[in-house]
Nanobody, 119 residues
Framework: QVQLVESGGGLVQPGGSLRLSCAAS????????MNWYRQAPGKERELVAG????????NYADSVKGRFTISRDNATNMVYLQMNSLKPEDTAVYYC????????????WGQGTQVTVSS
């Protein structure tokens, strides 16, 4: 079955760094674009970063540009989010997402990992 398992979240001080990982299984990883979303309490889920199936193109929310970097390894079915210069407003549950369009939309989600930025 399809699984997306996030890890790497935790508590970090402002200005610190975290690296989130997402392990994918149960589908052809190299077909899918991969995304990181986040949802803060009382707010809607928002796209943080995305990467195309071959890793050739990335996109970022304006709020994280220059601080976050998304990457993937199609050999190991992993996607990463390196988060630097973290701010309290980055506090949220971060979700890994896999997406592919082939006649219909294939959309899979992980269970999320909590990131808390606080002193």
């Amino acid at each position: 079955q399809v699984q997306l398992v996030e890890s790497g979240g935790g508590l970090v001080q402002p200005g610190g760094s975290l690296r989130l990982s997402c392990a994918a299984s149960g589908f052809t990883f190299s077909y899918y674009s991969m995304n990181w979303y986040r949802q803060a309490p009382g707010k809607e889920r928002e796209l943080v970063a995305g990467i195309t199936s071959n890793g050739g193109s990335t996109n970022y929310a304006d709020s994280v540009k220059g601080r976050f970097t998304i990457s993937r390894d199609n050999a190991t079915n992993m996607v990463y989010l390196q988060m630097n210069s973290l701010k309290p407003e980055d506090t949220a549950v971060y979700y890994c997402n896999a997406r592919w369009y082939a006649f219909r939309k294939y959309d899979y989600w992980g269970q999320g990992t909590q990131v808390t930025v606080s002193s």
